[in-house]
């Protein structure tokens, strides 16, 4: 199977064309490199084309499925225009790539389009956008569900994904990596007052193996998270269970109060019947295994 992963030199792309190589897949990575890192790719052997998406770009010879994660992840980026234009056209893009190539499209969407609406968050449930980031999701999520009955393409709404190779992330990185390295180095966390927001986090391997369940899935856009919410202090409690330390949390005022999502929770429920996934990982035993290599 000959695969293109987008964003390849990113979190959850790296993650995902090293496993792919593992299985013995044929792998064609691409990225801009404007915020993965070739150290993300270390041990990679397939061939990396250097190349923004959302501009002109071409992959030779047959492909089989496509892995779209390129995109403006970070909700903060500081120009909304550009977040939306660069992510749709991206997206266009790798459409129209798909489509010639009669190519599997399997791309990343986001659950930070549920906003703080009712949880567990269902796929068809009203959606509140707080960032451009979110709105170009379901922009792509809307274009794509005009596909379906083209082509094989299955959109994936990740929850809370933290693991390994995410620290190029930066302030995106997940709540567990900087409580985490707070904690490392024995400083007491900080969270928003009172820590009693909930999220759910789902580790990145987790997230490959939903990537790779929906190669054979039934088209459409799911949920990709564990189906359980933690808040913040019981988080930090794992995080000192799995360092043998009893660091308490020091309460802070949230500057994003009016756009801060304050509980997430997947319904997994279309997820499990139409992909076949489930998460595999407990939160404890995530951790447990991500905290050793930060």
């Not at 190539?101 to 659950?111: D, F, M, N, P, R």
């Not at 999520?141 to 094989?152: F, G, M």
């Not at 509980?263 to 035993?285: C, I, M, P, V, W």
Request: glycine share 8%; charged share 25%; with cysteine.
């Amino acid at each position: 199977m000959r695969c293109v992963v987008t964003g390849g030199a990113g979190f959850i792309g790296s993650n995902l064309a090293l496993h792919l190589e593992n299985e013995g897949e044929e792998v064609v990575i691409v990225d801009n490199f404007k915020t993965g890192k070739e150290e993300n790719l270390a041990g990679f052997r397939g061939e990396i084309i250097k190349a923004d998406v959302s501009g002109k770009f071409d992959v030779n010879g047959k492909v089989d499925v496509i892995f779209h994660q390129a995109a403006i992840t970070d909700p903060r980026h500081e120009n909304d225009d550009e977040t939306i234009r660069d992510n749709l056209s991206g997206f266009r893009n790798i459409l129209s790539m798909a489509m010639d190539k009669k190519a599997k499209l399997i791309y990343a969407s986001s659950a930070s389009m549920y906003g703080n609406g009712p949880a567990p968050q269902k796929e068809d449930q009203e959606k509140e956008l707080f960032t451009a980031y979110s709105k170009s999701k379901l922009m792509i999520d809307n274009l794509a569900k005009e596909y379906l009955r083209k082509i094989h393409i299955v959109g994936l709404r990740y929850f809370n994904v933290f693991g390994p190779r995410e620290k190029y992330k930066g302030r995106a990185a997940s709540m567990i990596y900087h409580l985490a390295r707070q904690m490392k180095s024995g400083k007491n966390p900080r969270i928003f007052k009172m820590g009693e927001q909930r999220r759910d986090h789902i580790y990145v391997k987790d997230c490959v193996t939903a990537n790779i369940k929906a190669i054979n899935g039934e088209p459409g856009v799911y949920n990709v998270g564990t189906g359980i919410c933690t808040s913040f202090n019981d988080l930090i409690a794992m995080i000192n269970k799995s360092l043998g330390t009893n660091l308490k949390p020091e309460y802070i005022d949230n500057p994003y109060e009016k756009t801060y999502q304050k509980n997430t929770q997947a319904d997994t429920s279309k997820t499990e019947k139409h992909l076949g996934f489930k998460a595999r990982y407990g939160l404890q035993k995530a951790i447990n295994e991500y905290v050793v290599e930060l």
